[in-house]
Nanobody, 119 residues
Framework: QVQVVESGGGLVQTGGSLRLSCAVTGRYARLNRMGWYRQAPDNQREMVAMFPSVGSVTYGDSVKGRFTISRNKAQNTVYLQMNNLVSEDTAVYYC?????????????WGQGTQVTVSS
């Protein structure tokens, strides 16, 4: 059973920083893409930052220059460093991992972690 577990959300003031962590555990053949999405009330879920299978990291336009995604490949863990937070960053942040089982792939989501930015 594959599990995706996030941690690190919380309440922070405008201009502050937070660091989210996400770990993938369980049995699978390979880890393809892994990264972060977020969903604010009454909004669609949007991509925040993603490590692709190949190529460069991708960031959502609204977080470029403020957020940085990093990873520890050996521990199948990704991090999201969020700096200069603004109220529009308030959302539930979800980690998503695409894993492979032979020729089949599957997406797994974490339970989400709340980030609230207060003015």
């Amino acid at each position: 059973q594959v599990q995706v577990v996030e941690s690190g959300g919380g309440l922070v003031q405008t201009g502050g920083s937070l660091r989210l962590s996400c770990a993938v555990t369980g049995r699978y053949a390979r880890l393809n893409r892994m990264g972060w999405y977020r969903q604010a009330p009454d909004n669609q879920r949007e991509m925040v930052a993603m490590f692709p299978s190949v190529g460069s990291v991708t960031y959502g336009d609204s977080v470029k220059g403020r957020f940085t995604i990093s990873r520890n490949k050996a521990q199948n863990t990704v991090y999201l460093q969020m700096n200069n937070l603004v109220s529009e960053d308030t959302a539930v942040y979800y980690c998503k991992a695409e894993v492979g089982f032979g020729v089949r792939t599957a997406d797994y989501w974490g339970q989400g972690t709340q980030v609230t930015v207060s003015s």
